[in-house]
């Protein structure tokens, strides 16, 4: 039986049941799933962690094209499927454990992958936790150096977004600043089982900095406040700084003084974040 009649099949005949709090929405598309592989570049060398394998449909892919491959899956009902599946293999690991209660991403490398200091995480994400598991593995992780993920379309094009777009906001800010995010592809609803109510896309984010400045970061939810209001405004109310030192700074900076955050490149809220703490302003 394929892949795909094996997931229809045990969800028709209930042996099981898919639960929307883990955010279940099984992938039904080999194209997909090799194009996710691809994009990864991940070859015979790699060491792979994926979140979330489910019935194991990216799995099968992985196992083939790298060295040794670490899993993390929630759902108790779905460790048998997963333990059938790779019962010979030596390579995989299967962690029945929630990603997010991971004591130490790197202790596990170190364990059950080989202390490898290069390792790539691909992962159809369980939606509904996306960002807390992105933030987690760049602030606890020195290992990770490459992310391929599958998300909802609107959060893949935020975190990929350049300034001037309505996408444009804190979270595009900071995961630039860690990383070089790149849209990859779209993947449209009909493609899982069960349905979404909207289309996802994968993207790929190659790390430059683990950990980065959490100042900084507060500083750019300072900025992106209220998004319809001026960054004069925004500072004004979260800096008590007076407004006319504000518009002398931005001028400083080439900047307008009724610019918004949403306009400013990533170069331009570091410039302007020195120019806080320099003047002792935060
Ligand atoms: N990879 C599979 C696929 O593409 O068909 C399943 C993807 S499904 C969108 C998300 C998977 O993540 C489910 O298998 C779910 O049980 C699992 N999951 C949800 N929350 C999790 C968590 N906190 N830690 C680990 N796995 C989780």
Redesign the pocket.
């Known amino acids: 039986m394929n892949h795909n009649d094996y997931v229809n099949d045990q969800v028709n005949k209930k042996n099981f049941f898919i639960?929307k709090k883990?955010?279940?929405?099984?992938?039904l598309d080999e194209n997909i799933i090799k194009k996710i592989v691809k994009v990864s570049d991940v070859n015979q060398d790699s060491y792979v962690i994926?979140?979330?394998?489910?019935?194991?449909?990216?799995?099968k892919y992985l196992v083939k094209s790298s060295k040794k491959l670490l899993l993390?899956?929630?759902?108790e009902e779905?460790i048998p499927h997963l333990e059938t599946l790779f019962n010979k293999d030596k390579n995989i690991h299967i962690n029945h454990?929630?990603?997010?209660r991971t004591e130490n991403i790197d202790e596990d490398i170190k364990k059950y992958l080989d202390d490898a200091n290069e390792v790539v995480v691909i992962?159809?994400?369980?939606?509904h936790?996306t960002t807390p598991i992105i933030m987690k593995i760049l602030e606890e992780s020195k290992k990770v150096k490459r992310l391929v993920l599958?998300m909802q379309l609107e959060v893949a094009k935020r975190l990929t977004s350049k300034p001037n777009t309505k996408d444009y906001n804190a979270l595009s800010v900071i995961i630039q600043d860690q990383t070089n995010a790149q849209y990859m592809f779209k993947v449209p609803k009909t493609v899982f089982k069960p349905r979404p109510r909207v289309d996802s896309a994968v993207i790929r984010l190659d790390i430059y900095e683990n950990n980065g400045n959490k100042l900084f970061y507060q500083f750019v939810h300072a900025c992106f406040m209220q998004r319809r209001k001026t960054l004069v405004n925004n500072l004004n109310a979260s800096y008590s700084v007076d407004k006319e030192k504000l518009k002398l700074i931005l001028e400083k900076l080439n900047l307008d003084d009724r610019i918004r955050a949403e306009a400013l490149t990533l170069e331009k809220f570091k410039s302007l974040y020195n120019i806080f703490k320099e003047e002792g302003l935060m």
């Open positions: 639960k883990f955010s279940q929405n099984f992938l994926e979140i979330g394998p489910g019935f194991g449909a990216l799995t993390y899956e929630i759902d779905l454990q929630d990603f997010l992962s159809n994400l369980p939606y936790i599958m």
